[in-house]
Structures are given as structure tokens and as C-alpha cells.
């Protein structure tokens, strides 16, 4: 631009202007015209499922403006291809680049049909919108709809299905930082198990979105990544939200359980109880929690049965309940340790297992009263069990002290009453004892074991059978 020359507006077609206007309605009916009034940037374009942001100006074709953002002074947005918005605007915006400003020309049958929008706009009219795409949001798919992964879908895929947990799928990944590509390669992983393929969890939870064929763009934060400590190997810095390019090529889901007899029911349990407890043995906690939900998903219904199939379900039931809670127990997930034994002593009452579990995991949580009512409950079944009898003895000790605790507590509030009433009365006469101290205010604690503060033993890392 010259020195005195002034930078000119783009030149706005009035409302009944179509000379240079493009058919984009998907029948080419000229429902949907299109002029371009300034060009947008790059060759991006928002998909179905992004949150536009955009400015507007809506006129009917004499020029009378009914509605307007730019007068409300704030930005519109909406989800793209929902039908948020008027036919038309889901196909005009959808060609849209960032910057652009274009006016979009929709016939009655894109826009509010006979019934109009009244008082403003009247029935089968035909509507005229200068449209300002300003920036687009990825669509999210995180679980928790906090934009921790988001999708740009690059190539729709085909069908309505997708990859469920535990399916088997064939896909092509590239990971990037900074558009530095630090992963490619073509691989098959079984959902759930991408941690054995060094899978983020992010591809693993967005792979579960997408259909045969497509390939899209996924924008992961840290805690669906490599998270605070980042990736050495692969030069991925700590916290960083990273890009991963996947097309899905193929997949093959399990069977759920109504596809399947109750004998397969059992013999697949079986399998998932035994992949769990190999990743148990391996510390793969997460991994074995779930094959073992899986197992008790798949019979924990099949409660009417009888004989060898009953006693074969049962026995599951109760390996996975068992094994459940050593997971959560070895994470110090005290609460759903109680839960999973909890369940199995619903199955079998003297399950020895399930009832020290819980005595650990109610230490846990310091209900020393309910852990020793296990524990004691476990030297019922075996008198010999000497882990039982140590934590028992953990247990006295620790309700002792809380005994002992509470003996000081009413003491001090003791002391404190009696020198309030003589500051008040002068008297040096006592309060009489026994009130607030139940008369033993003065009794001496008992000694202590040293071997009572010991932390409880964790239990063995061998999975139940």
C-alpha cells in the first residue's frame, strides 16, 4: 500500500447480487449459493462435530437486516453438522477457511421452510447471511469433555461400527511434537493393551471413536500422553500435548457375552482370568483389573446354574473377586479392595483370602475395630495362620492407643473444667472424680509392644487360583 493510500473494505454484493456465487447444496438445486467475499487462510477447513466461531449478518433479500452478531457485540458458535443451525449454514460453513468471509444465499428449504421464524422472518423465504469464519475447536472426544483429546477428522471411514475394549485393531500411527514426527509405524494391538506396544492412552481412547477406513488427527494433552515425565527416547518434553495422525485399517471386536452360549461364557472367562493374573504377576496392575472385570462380566449373571458348571462359575467368581482386591490392595486402593472381598465372601463366607484382604485394607483406612472382627474371623477358619495372629495384635495395639488417646483427650478437658471452677469459686475443693473420666482418669497406660507399630505385611504377589 502506497503512502496516502487507504486500505479498502472488501466490496459487499447487495442482497440479490448471485453473479459470481458458487452452488454448494449437495443436489446442485441452487439451495445453497456461496460468494466469497474475502479469502481465508490456509486450506483447513472445520469438519462435522467442531465448534465454530463465527460473526454474521442475516438480511432477508430486500435488504432488511433481522438478526446480527456484530450488533450483539460477541461471536457466535455452535457445533458444526448437528443441526445446531439452519441447513445451510451447516453446508456453507463446512467450506469455509479460517478468515473467511463469505455470503451464503439459502433458499427456503436450507433455511426456516414454510413455517418462517416469525415476526422476523417471514414463511418461504429465501435468506441472505454475510458469514465471518473467525477460528474453530477440534471436536473432543475425552472421556471426562475436557478437551484432553481432540479429533480433526482427516478421511471419514466407513460403517457405524467401532473398535470396543479388548478388540483387535490394524492401524498406521504418527506421532508429532512441534511437527517434529517422533513415532510411525503400522502396527496391530489389542484395546487395553496398547501399553505393551508403547500406545498412548489417548490413541488407545481414540481409536474406540473411529470407524474402518477413517484417518484423523488427534490432539493429545499430557495426562492422555507422556504426562509430567515426557519420553527421553523419543525427545517428547515433560507435559506436552502432542499430535497423532492414525488411520484405522482394519479391527476385530471380542465377542460380547450375549453372542456367546454359557459354556463359552465360562471358557472365556477362564482365558481373561489368566491373562489378568499374567499381568499381575508382572505389576501390570491396571492391565490384569481389566481382564478380571472382564471374566466377572461375562458369568457373574450366570447365577442359576448347577453342578460342575455352577461350581466351575463360582470358583472364577471367586478367583477374580480375590485377585480384584490384591490389585487395589497393592495400589493402596483401600475402598475398592473392601468391595472385591467383600464380593467374594458373598461366595464363600470363609474365604481366608478375601477376609485378611480386608482386615489389610480396613488398616488402610483405619477401622481397626472391623479389621480386627476379620482377623479374628481368619483365626477362626485357621488357628495356625500366623499372619492373621500379627495383624490382630497390630490392630489391639493401635485400638489401645486409640483408647489411650481419648483417656488424655477427657483428662486435659478435665484439668481444664477444674481450674476454670477454682479461678471461679476461689475453692480449692476437687470436682468430684469419675465424671468426665469414668473414675479412671489416673490409671496408668499399659506398656507398649514395640512391634505394634510395625505397617501391616503385604500380602503375597501370587494371584489366587
Known amino acids: 500500500m502506497t503512502q496516502g493510500e487507504e486500505q479498502k473494505a472488501p466490496e459487499i454484493p447487495s442482497a440479490e447480487d448471485n453473479s459470481n456465487a458458487e452452488d454448494i447444496s449437495p443436489d446442485k438445486d441452487g439451495g445453497v449459493l456461496k460468494t466469497i467475499i474475502k479469502p481465508g487462510e490456509g486450506e483447513e477447513t472445520p469438519q462435522k462435530s467442531n465448534t465454530v466461531f463465527v460473526h454474521y449478518t442475516g438480511k432477508l433479500l430486500d435488504g432488511t437486516v433481522f438478526d446480527s452478531s456484530r450488533t450483539r457485540g460477541e461471536e457466535f458458535k455452535f457445533e458444526l453438522g448437528k443441526g445446531a443451525v439452519i441447513k445451510g449454514w451447516d453446508i456453507g460453513v463446512a467450506t469455509m477457511k479460517k478468515g473467511e468471509v463469505c455470503r451464503l444465499t439459502c433458499k427456503p428449504e436450507y433455511a426456516y421452510g414454510e413455517a418462517g421464524s416469525p415476526p422476523k422472518i417471514p414463511a418461504n423465504a429465501t435468506l441472505v447471511f454475510d458469514v465471518e469464519l473467525i477460528d474453530w475447536k477440534l471436536e473432543d472426544i475425552s472421556p471426562g469433555k475436557d478437551g484432553s483429546i481432540q479429533r480433526r477428522i482427516i478421511t471419514p471411514g466407513e460403517l457405524y461400527t467401532s473398535p470396543k475394549q479388548h478388540g483387535t485393531v490394524s492401524v498406521h500411527i504418527r506421532g508429532q511434537y512441534n511437527e517434529r514426527v517422533f513415532d510411525d509405524r503400522e502396527l496391530e494391538f489389542v484395546v487395553g493393551e496398547g501399553s505393551e506396544n508403547n500406545v498412548v492412552k489417548g490413541v488407545e481412547l481414540a481409536v474406540q471413536k473411529m470407524k474402518k477406513g ?125 468391595k472385591a472381598c467383600t464380593s467374594a465372601l458373598e461366595l464363600d463366607p470363609k474365604s481366608e483370602k478375601a477376609l485378611f484382604r480386608r482386615g489389610q485394607a480396613y488398616i ?52 481444664k473444667m477444674a481450674a476454670k471452677s477454682k479461678a471461679e469459686s476461689g475453692s480449692d475443693a476437687p470436682i468430684e472424680t469419675g465424671v468426665w473420666n469414668n473414675g479412671q482418669a489416673d490409671a496408668p497406660s499399659p506398656p507398649e509392644d514395640a512391634k505394634m507399630d510395625a505397617e501391616p505385611s503385604q500380602p503375597e504377589a501370587v494371584a489366587s487360583a
Not at 388 to 413: D, G, H, P, T, V
Open 364 to 415: 488402610g483406612t483405619k477401622d481397626f475395630d472391623l479389621a480386627q472382627k476379620d482377623f479374628e474371623e481368619v483365626l477362626q477358619v485357621d488357628a495356625n495362620n500366623k499372619a492373621a495372629r500379627n495383624q490382630l495384635s497390630i490392630c489391639q495395639a493401635k485400638l489401645s492407643q486409640e483408647l489411650q488417646r481419648e483417656k488424655q483427650f477427657y483428662r486435659s478437658m478435665f484439668d
Open 214 to 338: 477413517e484417518k484423523s488427527l488427534f490432539r493429545i494433552a499430557p495426562k492422555f500422553a507422556f504426562g509430567s515425565e515426557g519420553h527421553k527416547e523419543l525427545d517428547v518434553p515433560p507435559d506436552a500435548t502432542v499430535d497423532y495422525v492414525v488411520q484405522l485399517k482394519s479391527f476385530e471386536n471380542a465377542k460380547e457375552s450375549w453372542e456367546m452360549d454359557v459354556d463359552e461364557k465360562i471358557e472365556q472367562a477362564d482365558i481373561a482370568k489368566t491373562k489378568g493374573t499374567n499381568f499381575l504377576k508382572a505389576g501390570k496392575f491396571e492391565l490384569s483389573l481389566q481382564y478380571y472385570k472382564r471374566a466377572v462380566d461375562l458369568i457373574q449373571h450366570e447365577d442359576s446354574l448347577e453342578g460342575e458348571k455352577k461350581e466351575k462359575r463360582d470358583a472364577l467368581m471367586l478367583a477374580n473377586y480375590l485377585n480384584t482386591a490384591l490389585c487395589h490392595l497393592k495400589a493402596n486402593n483401600f475402598p475398592d479392595t473392601i
